[in-house]
């Protein structure tokens, strides 16, 4: 396995007049942002084998906020990847005669620790690795994260929601590209990789199929990466977007390493959903997705209920969201000041807005991996919360 590193947006995307910030998580936490690109020379890629598998991932590193020295504000996107992503949406919603403001995604920064207080007693695997900070984790993070992306998404779309929660949670929090899938992966040398490889159509069952293997095969590489050997599944989760939900399950079936996944609001594909999970698994859907209405979520539930009767299952739902509430796109509402548009309320952001999503996410998944990975009391997952009312229990 090579590695190389680059800087995700500072260098690539310089000169850029930014004007919207994503607010800065209000925790104990800053969050240090690293991008790397993974290449696994024992592994040709299985969408092209002219070359070895190489992706791209996103590491939010959660650093307690008297040790990181300064902040500063990074492109969201590098202008590349704002533009190809400009189209894409412009694409998708031009179907429902919905129009979208060109330019916003290049307009967008993060809010980042740049200079952390170097530490003797610290270290870090990747302490070689070029990113948005100085010097070595002043600690070591409760566990590790891993984010699936949407179909075909990009990686980057998940950025503002990964700072969060890994600032709200105090874990690692890694987002992964998966080249010839994800829509665009722009690497380090300035080369691009497009997708298209795997159709959006849930009856191509083959090539969704193949397409979970692969994101599981990249999810190994990562975690090798990040020096998490076997034995270590309490210290990982997997949490899922659209189709990122069904490979939070394929993971968990051929890598030990995971210990708890997460659904969020994605159709479940694949050998889980006729076998189901060993491990802890929750399922949070948007108004009316839910075992009652997707027979992948109820023949998911009922494979893992028959083959292992006492592993922990639950299902919510997020009153006001869409589908896509773990990406970005609710924050995206709420810092451009699109919320004006109904049309993009209801087919992007959800009425419930970015920052609420966020928050409830931070709370909701901090207390499930905190009991599914280290052993702690269910919290707010142990029934529906007058503080939270918009998360429905199922």
């Known amino acids: 396995m090579q590695l190389t590193h680059l800087l995700p947006a500072a260098v690539l995307g310089a000169g850029l007049v930014q004007t919207g910030v994503f607010p800065v998580p209000d925790t104990p936490y800053r969050v240090q942002w690293t991008s790397s690109e993974l290449v696994d020379h024992a592994r040709p890629d299985p969408f092209n084998s002219s070359h070895p598998r190489r992706i791209m991932i996103s590491r939010f590193t959660p650093i307690p906020a008297r040790d990181c020295l300064q902040t500063c504000r990074v492109p969201y996107m590098t202008p590349l990847m704002a533009s190809h992503e400009d189209a894409v949406i412009t694409a998708f919603l031009a179907r429902g005669n919905i129009s979208w403001p060109r ?56 950025s503002a929601s990964a700072q969060n929660l890994a600032a709200g949670m105090g874990y690692d929090v890694v987002v992964m590209d998966h080249p010839y899938e994800t829509d665009a992966v722009q690497f380090p040398d300035g080369s691009v990789i497009y997708g298209g490889r795997v159709p959006r159509d849930p009856n191509a069952t083959e090539a969704l199929a193949h397409a979970l293997d692969v994101r599981s095969q990249d999810a190994a590489l990562v975690l090798d990466y990040l020096g998490i050997g076997q034995g270590c599944g309490e210290r990982v989760g997997f949490a899922g977007d659209s189709f990122g939900g069904p490979a939070a399950a394929d993971v968990m079936l051929k890598d030990r390493r995971v210990g708890a996944g997460v659904n969020v609001d994605g159709m479940m594909f694949g050998p889980a959903v006729n076998v189901g999970v060993a491990r802890p698994f929750l399922s949070l859907g948007s108004p009316g997705h839910n075992s009652t209405s997707d027979e992948t979520w109820a023949r998911f539930r009922d494979a893992t209920t028959a083959n292992n009767s006492r592993v922990w299952h639950k299902e919510l739902s997020l009153a006001g969201s869409v589908h896509g509430i773990l990406s970005d796109f609710g924050l995206i509402g709420d810092v451009a000041g699109l919320r004006d548009s109904g049309e993009l309320v209801g087919s992007l952001f959800g009425k419930i807005t970015g920052a ?26 142990a029934g529906p919360s007058q503080k939270y009312p918009e998360l429905i229990f199922v």
Request: net charge positive; charged share 20%; aromatic share 8%.
């Open 103 to 158: 330019g916003v995604l290049a307009s967008l920064e993060l809010e980042v620790c740049c200079k952390v207080l170097r530490r003797s007693s610290s270290s870090s695997k990747n302490n070689n690795a070029r990113s948005f900070g100085v010097g070595l984790k002043s600690s070591v993070p409760r566990g590790t994260v891993l984010v699936g992306t949407g179909l075909n998404t990009t990686r980057l779309m998940y």
């Open 356 to 381: 609420r999503t966020i928050e409830i996410l931070k709370e909701y998944l901090s207390d499930f991996f905190e009991f599914a990975l280290k052993g702690k009391g269910q919290g707010l997952l």
